[in-house]
């Protein structure tokens, strides 16, 4: 029993430290967004600029630009409000693949604005 534990303890801790969880999730939102013809070359393709990216050091250009994050932002505050739950928040953030669901997330007690929204959206895809 614990030699199960322990290679599932390191299985764990490879998909972190590799952030494979996150690159799948990423990966799986982009089909969902933009729902290709061919789905497994387009995720080959997406992978190849991952690497040149990574490579050349050029940011991988996220799926997602302001105007889809505002449209998402619209969505989520159905009564134009100005600003969504930290669960909605979150919710929006583990959907796009910016967030994984045991991530502990500071909830302030206040409503995310979309300002908040956008630069979170913005930053995390930077770190992706």
Do not use: W
């Not at 996150?22 to 690497?51: G, H, M, Q, V």
Request: proline fraction near 2%; include cysteine; charged fraction near 30%.
């Amino acid at each position: 029993m614990e030699a199960r534990s322990s290679r599932e303890l390191k299985a764990r801790n490879y998909l972190e430290k590799h952030r494979i969880m996150e690159l799948l999730t990423y990966l799986t939102s982009a089909l969902l967004f933009f729902r290709p013809e061919r789905p497994r070359e387009y995720l080959i393709s997406i992978l190849e600029r991952l690497r040149i990216a990574k490579l050349s050091g050029v940011a991988f250009p996220f799926f997602m630009d302001n105007s889809n994050i505002a449209s998402m932002f619209e969505m989520l505050d159905s009564s134009n409000k100005g600003s969504i739950s930290f669960i909605q928040y979150k919710e929006a953030l583990k959907t796009l693949g910016l967030c994984t669901a045991d991530e502990v997330l500071k909830d302030d007690g206040h409503g995310v604005t979309f300002e908040t929204f956008r630069n979170e959206v913005n930053k995390r895809t930077q770190e992706i």
